[in-house]
């Protein structure tokens, strides 16, 4: 497995933009598939982005695309998900994930995914 650590939520106006960072250990960071997840009071955990191993392809829900761009450094280890023109409606708690496997569509599932950050939240004000 891998160690996930999430920063960078907090608080930002309609209209803002928040960049959170995730930095791994463990499993070979350059041979996972990294994914970012978001859940809202009372909602499930939904998808918002997914990256491949090389960065290469991207995935995004359609809610945030146009909107939000996932990254990543293979020498440092990290994933990022840069958000802006944030709305209400992004608020939640946001968890970055990783996956020894997956494709467009898979990478999507939650299930795919065997290690999990502890979230950061993000609070969009109106």
């Known amino acids: 497995q891998v160690q996930l650590v999430e920063s960078g939520g907090g608080l930002v106006q309609t209209g803002g933009s928040l960049r959170l960072s995730c930095v791994a250990s463990?499993?070979?960071?350059?041979?996972?598939?990294l994914g970012w997840f978001r859940q809202a009071p009372g909602m499930e955990r939904e998808f918002v982005a997914a990256i491949t191993r090389t960065g290469y392809n991207t995935y995004y829900a359609d809610s945030v695309k146009g909107r939000f761009t996932i990254s990543r450094d293979n020498a440092g280890n990290t994933v990022s998900l840069q958000m802006n023109s944030l709305k209400p409606e992004d608020t939640a708690v946001y968890y970055c994930a990783a996956a020894t496997r997956g494709g467009s569509v898979s990478l999507r599932w939650s299930r795919t995914y065997d290690s999990w950050g502890q979230g950061t939240q993000v609070t969009v004000s109106s």
């Open positions: 463990g499993r070979t960071f350059s041979a996972s598939y």
